[in-house]
């Protein structure tokens, strides 16, 4: 599937991919269109349907995408070899941060699509996205030994409220315009270290 995509220059991909991150990010599915993607990548919209028979094959196939290059990205940090679950968080902020060097409206889409209700792509949406909303079948959840943290916690719990501030946070960042990279690290290691305090023995 989209072999055509693939045996484009890289630079191109990546103009697509942008202007799809991008136009999708601000809008709405249904509010998001061909055209505009196309203006954003620099080519034309038969050409974008060259590549991607319709709107709804192009958004599937850009929120795969933001999948598999975040568990690549998070992959080539080690985070999750990482025993220390606040150390394993922050390699994957900076994994996260790397990525939005190269794809800044990324993040942006993935979290919006999270919420998308048209009915034309939540069903699709609900496969790719459901996983990673279970703690049960999460397989990045990390080990957390009891042993380190203060009595009568429930991990689990601490964790899942962890991951959402975390989530709020960058949820909060990106709605305020272009991103300080550099703050965004400065800030959540802050936040890693009141965590620690809150929850280490």
């Not at 989530?167 to 802050?190: A, L, N, S």
Request: aromatic share 14%.
């Amino acid at each position: 599937m989209n072999e055509k995509f693939y045996n484009l220059p890289e630079e191109k991909q990546n103009r697509i991919l942008n202007a799809g991150f991008r136009v999708f990010a601000n809008n709405s599915y249904r509010k998001s269109p061909m055209n505009e993607i196309a203006l954003e990548a620099g080519i034309s919209k038969s050409l974008l349907f060259f590549y991607f028979r319709n709107k709804k094959e192009l958004y599937l196939f850009l929120l795969k995408t933001a999948e598999e290059l975040t568990r690549s990205y998070l992959s080539g940090t080690g985070c999750y070899q990482e025993e220390d679950v606040f150390e394993m968080m922050y390699q994957g902020l900076l994994a996260k941060t790397e990525m939005m060097k190269k794809y800044p409206d990324m993040s942006a889409f993935a979290l919006r699509a999270y919420y998308e209700e048209d009915e034309e792509v939540r069903g699709e949406l609900i496969k790719i996205i459901e996983p990673y909303t279970k703690l049960s079948t999460n397989t990045s959840l990390p080990k957390l030994d009891p042993c380190i943290f203060k009595d009568g916690l429930d991990l689990k719990m601490m964790y899942q409220d962890i991951y959402l501030a975390s989530e709020g946070y960058m949820y909060q960042m990106q709605h305020r315009g272009p991103i300080d990279i550099d703050r965004v690290i400065r800030d959540y290691r802050e936040l890693i270290d009141f965590w620690k305090k809150q929850y280490l023995k």
